[in-house]
């Protein structure tokens, strides 16, 4: 499974920003997608997924972000606005599902990560 974002980059406070994850899948059933970022001396944390049972998020970003799928093209993509500087993270792509060949068991795919920088 690969997972390719984009739509990070450099914006102000206040701003928007639309990050947008593509999963490239064979044979693998998405169960979840979604985003989680890691700032500097951090650790990593939930920011929005997508799941049957429907939207969840982080706490610093509810009202902010909103999060949708589109499980025909194995996309997920986050609209994120009213951005504060400490919303500076990079952020990862997530995808968990499982195999054809193997259903019992979940699996956890990440992407590389793209830098958000909310500016002051």
């Known amino acids: 499974v690969r997972l390719s974002e984009s739509g990070g980059g450099l914006v102000q406070a206040g701003g928007s920003l639309t990050l947008t994850c593509a999963a490239s899948t064979s044979h693998f059933k998405i169960v979840t997608m979604g985003w989680y970022r890691q700032a500097p001396g951090k650790e990593r944390e939930l920011v929005a997924s997508m799941s049957v049972d429907g939207a969840n998020y982080g706490d610093s970003v509810k009202g902010r972000l909103t999060i949708t799928v589109d499980a025909a093209e194995n996309t997920v993509n986050l609209q994120m606005n009213s951005l504060k500087p400490e919303d500076t993270a990079v952020y990862y792509c997530?995808?968990?599902?499982?195999?054809?060949?193997?259903?019992?068991?979940?699996?956890?795919?990440w992407g590389q990560g793209t830098q958000v920088t909310v500016s002051s």
């Open positions: 997530h995808a968990r599902g499982t195999w054809y060949h193997d259903p019992g068991y979940d699996h956890d795919y």
